[in-house]
């Protein structure tokens, strides 16, 4: 008769639902696969920087000596701290902070601007010097990725500008901290190639 009497429970402890498993990734796995693409792109671009290095020693030293490399390292300092202040913007979000994520991420595009005008005042100097896309093949390396890698930071700020607002309505949805999540995953791509052009283009010898 005992034995009768502890059957329900364990009946109800079958019927619990099972615990949803936690996503491998932050965002949408789709969103992944356009993120592989374009870092295979900077991939072939850095690997074709190297080889015609390998070829033209001197002239890519010669140009590393024109650039701005205290520049170069202060915007490093810039990327940095803005993908830590978006990744707290994101942890924020999800304990339901939505007022500190909002702050966050508008000091993540505070500094993305930050970057975008010190690179263009770089490209101003550069210019004024007389150093053109067809100045040498060094230039014309730099001025290509890091103006590619310009472009997608500003696309990377106007996706936060509405990212902020998104968020600052705080509707509550999964959906909108995965398009969040996503947006967020973006911008630490930007961050990621920087770490790779400012040695390579900068500072490699």
């Known amino acids: 008769m005992g034995e009768l009497l502890e059957d329900p ?3 109800a402890a079958v019927d619990e639902p099972p615990p949803r498993p936690a996503r491998a990734l932050p965002g949408d796995v789709g969103f992944w696969t356009f993120i592989a693409a374009d870092a295979s792109l900077f991939a072939v671009l850095f690997f074709q920087f190297s080889l015609d290095r390998s070829s033209h020693v001197s002239v890519f030293n010669e ?3 024109e650039l701005l490399v205290p520049l170069g390292a202060v915007n490093t300092l810039v990327l940095v701290t803005s993908s830590w202040q978006l990744a707290s913007a994101v942890r924020s979000a999800h304990r339901r902070d939505m007022a500190k994520a909002t702050r ?3 000091g993540t595009v505070l500094l993305g601007l930050v970057f975008a005008v010190l690179k263009v005042f ?3 100097v550069e210019l004024s010097s007389g150093h053109t896309i067809s100045t040498s093949s060094f230039f014309m390396y730099y001025f290509i ?3 590619i890698h310009l472009l ?3 696309v990377g700020v106007i996706a936060l500008v ?3 607002f998104r968020v600052r309505r705080d509707t509550g949805s999964p959906r909108e901290l995965v398009i969040f999540e996503c947006g967020a995953s973006y911008w630490h791509l930007i961050d990621l190639l920087w770490m790779f052009i400012f040695p390579l283009i ?3 010898r």
């Open 9 to 11: 429970p364990a009946a």
């Open 63 to 65: 140009g590393q000596r």
């Open 104 to 106: 966050l991420i508008c």
């Open 122 to 124: 770089e490209y101003h």
């Open 145 to 147: 990725i890091t103006g």
């Open 152 to 154: 997608h930071l500003i």
């Open 162 to 164: 509405v990212i902020g």
């Open 202 to 204: 900068y500072l490699a």
